[in-house]
């Protein structure tokens, strides 16, 4: 893993830090689910696999999940609203994934067998 520009080294740490933090609230508020943890922090992970191209299945990923759950978030509206603001923060952290050039820099490895 080299890092290729530090900023967006930087945006990668904190959307990581965003999806695990997401989940153990997800946790607190809504009951304990192991397995919910281990996929935020695989999901967080991603963020630092630079090879070419997986800034766009972890996007993929992030909007996935936001549209598998905002037909229940929309049914209840008021009481789903900090759901509907984790929805808003994925898709902002999926567009800066495709997007934002510093972040895209560091996407730019590629698989070495050698």
């Known amino acids: 893993m080299s890092i290729k520009n530090q900023k967006g080294f930087s ?7 965003y999806v695990v933090v997401k989940a153990v609230l ?5 009951g304990f689910s192991l397995s919910s943890l281990l996929l935020a922090l695989g999901m967080a992970c991603l963020f630092f696999v630079w090879i070419k191209n997986v ?15 905002l ?15 984790e929805g808003a923060v994925d898709v902002v952290c ?3 994934l495709v997007t934002n ?14």
């Not at 945006?11 to 830090?17: L, R």
């Not at 997800?26 to 809504?30: F, Q």
């Not at 800034?55 to 759950?69: K, P, R, S």
């Not at 050039?101 to 050698?114: A, L, P, Q, R, T």
């Open 26 to 30: 997800n946790m607190i508020l809504g």
């Open 11 to 17: 945006i990668s740490i904190a959307m990581a830090a």
């Open 55 to 69: 800034n766009y299945i972890t996007a993929g990923i992030l909007v996935l999940v936001v549209l598998m759950h």
């Open 94 to 96: 999926a567009v800066m």
């Open 101 to 114: 050039s510093d972040v895209k820099e560091n996407y730019s490895g590629s698989i070495n067998f050698n």
């Open 71 to 85: 037909p229940a978030n929309l049914g209840n509206i008021g009481s789903n609203w900090i759901y509907l603001l």
